[in-house]
């Protein structure tokens, strides 16, 4: 058995000769490892980029305030689209921001007696609300007098059979 093992050192140590001994005879252009050599030009799979987060989707909006104290887990963000006039119709975008999902959502918007809304865009139902998830809706508006005028925007989540509800309160400051 003992020369058995000799043999088989002596046959490693040949082949590692053999090896590199080849390998010192190749040109300075030859990889020495044949096809199986991986291409320079090669590039490794990318990396997919994290998409923007909700603060950057958000990043022109403003936080609504939240009216009493529902622990409901939602933002309601808003932006303007141009100074609001009296008597003229303005744009304003909603940004509705579950932190959980839901099996429906309900956004209400109330303008009272300073703020006439269009009849078909008072309410607006998200059939199901994912967690992290942004709903936009386009309220249009048209002021009635001259002040900060308060839109009422009413949001209600359905989940594990519940209905949670916040009152937010979006201030609009028209003038002539």
């Known amino acids: 058995m003992a020369g058995r093992?000799?043999?088989?050192?002596?046959?490693?140590?040949?082949?590692?000769?053999?090896?590199?001994?080849?390998?010192?005879?190749?040109?300075?252009?030859?990889?020495?490892?044949?096809?199986a050599a991986v291409q320079p030009n090669a590039k490794a799979p990318a990396v997919p980029k994290p998409g923007p987060t909700l603060a950057d989707q958000t990043a022109n909006m403003v936080q609504a305030v939240a009216a009493g104290k529902s622990q409901l887990?939602?933002?309601?963000?808003?932006?303007?689209?141009?100074?609001?006039?009296?008597?003229?119709?303005?744009?304003?975008?909603?940004?509705?921001?579950?932190?959980?999902?839901?099996?429906?959502?309900?956004?209400?918007?109330?303008g009272g007696d300073d703020l006439t809304l269009e009849p078909e865009g008072s309410e607006f139902n998200i059939p199901a609300a994912k967690a992290g998830a942004i709903y936009r809706q386009t309220v249009h508006v048209t002021?009635?007098?001259?002040?900060?005028l308060?839109?009422?925007?009413?949001?209600?989540?359905?989940?594990?059979?519940?209905?949670?509800q916040q009152s937010f309160s979006v201030p609009v400051i028209a003038d002539r």
């Open 5 to 35: 093992n000799k043999s088989r050192i002596v046959q490693v140590l040949l082949l590692s000769l053999a090896a590199s001994s080849s390998a010192c005879h190749k040109s300075s252009g030859d990889s020495g490892l044949g096809d």
């Open 73 to 110: 887990p939602v933002q309601l963000k808003f932006q303007l689209t141009q100074r609001p006039k009296v008597g003229q119709a303005v744009d304003i975008n909603l940004a509705l921001i579950s932190q959980i999902d839901a099996t429906a959502a309900i956004i209400k918007v109330d």
């Open 143 to 148: 002021p009635a007098a001259e002040g900060v």
């Open 150 to 164: 308060i839109l009422g925007v009413s949001v209600s989540l359905k989940h594990d059979d519940v209905t949670d």
